[in-house]
């Protein structure tokens, strides 16, 4: 916690604990030259008419009104919100309701939660085939349905527009909801044994248990889960361009996809620069409240 | 306390009440939801194409062939390259190597200086880095293109090394910083007083005592670089794709006739690695991830 460094008689001031600031570069240098310096000339950059090379002549808001002009760029924010909202909703009442399962003193915990988290360890790409051959109409789920005798039976989501986003939500959820029923399974394991006795006691049954007094008191963990849900969504990337590469058409375009395609692939880069800036506010504002939540709740507490 | 020697309350309930057989069948049904997806990769990799096409994706294969598995390794094709996924494995190997050690050795020393030797103005930066690992990526790709590009590393596995270490820098850093702030404070300076420097006691003590989180640190990034696409994509030219970027080409290519068998065989051998790795460390890869998670 507290610096040892000081101690010492004091020589130049910039020289004291030398060793520590040279270990320090490398995170400096990300810090400045990363994080903040490539942000800020990729905002820079969002105001002018940049195509193939980078350059400074300055346009105004004209990429951004191009952009929310554009309608591939409308469906991938109505793609993108679609699939935050099932996701999110989902991945936290999935992640919740197993890790609550698992937290009944279970036999084969450690088996069910193998189980329930190894699609995490498995990348995007690998998920995303999986999930296309397992949607496949002609051999997948479709198919054996039809082949009980349901002849009509129709579930194609990733050739169908409309709801082609469903189906990559689908894959989306099989990978990422084990994490957060770990995250969730050792928030449980967190709360005091004395308040279920306490509960129980009391005669509350255990599901109003869980929904009055447990919930309540993993805030803190939820709004951990909901921060590590929210900022993969953003970035769904992989997923798409695995499964349905964008398809239909443009049906299951997202915004990361659009940024890249704008910058390495139709040389418009100012137009890419002018969408991830758009993706950058849209973290900004998951992230303040979040912030607030966490930082502005300890003072008060 | 009165009668805490004698147990009280009704008996515990028999092993297999109503409650008990929801509870172990709900948990199997969703156990096999996710595992079917293992299974049918497995499943279709062993299978011939005349079997695929009279089948379906569950149904168990009724003649065992290795051969999809065969081609995918060694025969497969992307573009004009038709030496199948191998070469994306070695060059996800040759990624992943430098970049683990590299960004470990980084993050643990930065980790330990901040925990133990922290200066002024440290925790500005530090904080900027936390910060920096919710930033979209997106939105710094283009500008790290030109600092490649102007450091001659563009295209180039190192180029690709260098970015990984950048980005694993935020969680590993916070990783170590946390674990070596937990080592009592007395050790460290029994340590000064003795005479120990900045690196001795990063190498005669810090080190030796904190091989579980560098075991963590190293699940955490083998599986995180091993799954990268975007950046293998965007910093590295076809011949050095790392192997997510070539699977996705050899089962996305549009040319041909779509061999499912392949298809799957290559799947699972590019998710074989990560996979191993979560199977063997057990334990110590979710706690990997709920340092990850629950501090970041």
Not at chain 1, 224 to 229: E, G, N, Q, R
Not at chain 2, 32 to 50: D, H
Not at chain 2, 184 to 205: H, M, N, S
């Amino acid at each position: 916690m507290a610096t040892s460094s000081g101690t010492s008689k004091r020589p130049v001031r910039l020289l004291r604990n030398l060793n520590a600031k040279i270990a320090s570069i490398p995170m400096v240098a990300t810090a400045l030259v990363i994080f903040i310096g490539c942000t800020a000339w990729t905002i820079l950059y969002s105001f002018t008419d940049s195509k193939l090379l980078p350059r400074l002549n300055f346009v105004g808001f004209e990429q951004y009104d191009r952009l929310w002009g554009t309608r591939r760029w409308l469906v991938s924010i109505e793609n993108l919100a679609w699939y935050g909202v099932c996701s999110l909703v989902l991945t936290l009442v999935i992640g919740f309701t197993l890790a609550a399962l698992l937290d009944r003193k279970v036999r084969f915990e450690n088996t069910f939660r193998t189980i329930l988290l190894y699609p995490f360890a498995l990348s995007f790409i690998v998920t995303g085939l999986v999930w296309q051959w397992i949607l496949n109409p002609d051999f997948g789920v479709q198919q054996v349905v039809r082949n009980w005798g349901w002849e009509g039976f129709t579930f194609d989501p990733l050739y169908n527009p409309d709801i082609v986003i469903f189906g990559i939500l689908i894959a989306g959820i099989w990978q990422g909801s084990g994490l957060i029923m770990v995250i969730m399974l050792a928030g449980l394991r967190g709360i005091d044994e004395d308040i279920w006795k306490a509960a129980r006691v009391d005669g509350i049954p255990t599901w109003k248990t869980y929904v009055v007094v447990i919930i309540p008191m993993m805030r803190p963990v939820f709004v951990t889960a909901l921060v590590l849900i929210a900022s993969g969504i953003v970035k769904v990337y992989d997923l798409v361009v695995a499964q349905t590469s964008g398809g239909p058409g443009i049906a299951s375009e997202v915004p990361a996809k659009y940024v890249y395609d704008k910058m390495f692939a139709s040389q418009n880069l100012a137009q890419g620069f002018a969408a991830s800036t758009m993706m950058l506010v849209s973290v900004i504002i998951i992230l303040i409240p979040w912030a607030y939540l966490e930082f502005g709740g300890k003072k008060r507490g | 306390m009165v009668d805490a020697a004698h147990p009280r309350g009704p008996k515990p309930r028999r092993r297999l009440s109503r409650g008990n057989i929801m509870l172990y069948g709900t948990l199997i049904v969703v156990a096999m939801y996710y595992a079917l997806p293992l299974y049918v990769m497995i499943v279709t990799s062993l299978k011939g194409m005349p079997e695929i096409r009279m089948g379906n994706v569950f149904s168990p294969p009724v003649e065992i062939t290795f051969q999809p598995w065969v081609k995918a390794w060694s025969e497969a094709c992307t573009g004009i390259n038709c030496d199948g996924l191998s070469r994306g494995f070695w060059n996800s190997v040759q990624i992943l190597i430098p970049s683990v050690f590299l960004s470990i050795i980084i993050a643990s020393i930065n980790g330990y200086a901040l925990a133990n030797w922290r200066f002024k103005g440290a925790d500005v930066f530090f904080t900027i880095l936390i910060l920096g690992a919710f930033i979209p990526y997106q939105v710094m790709l283009y500008p790290i293109v030109i600092i490649l590009r102007e450091m001659g590393l563009y295209g180039s596995l190192w180029g690709l090394v260098l970015v990984h270490t950048v980005f694993g820098m935020p969680i590993l850093t916070l990783l170590f910083r946390n674990y070596f702030s937990a080592i009592p404070e007395e050790l460290f300076k029994a340590a000064r007083v003795d005479g120990a420097g900045f690196w001795g006691i990063y190498f005669r003590i810090m080190l030796p005592m904190s091989l579980p989180i560098f075991v963590v640190a190293m699940i955490l990034q083998v599986t995180g670089i091993w799954n990268d696409f975007l950046f293998g994509v965007i910093y590295t030219r076809p011949e050095i794709y790392p192997m997510t970027v070539q699977l996705n080409n050899i089962v996305n290519s549009v040319q041909g006739v779509k061999e499912y068998n392949v298809n799957m065989a290559a799947t699972l051998l590019t998710g074989l690695v990560p996979l191993t790795i979560y199977f063997v460390s057990g334990k110590l890869f979710v706690r990997g991830i709920a340092a990850g998670a629950v501090k970041g």
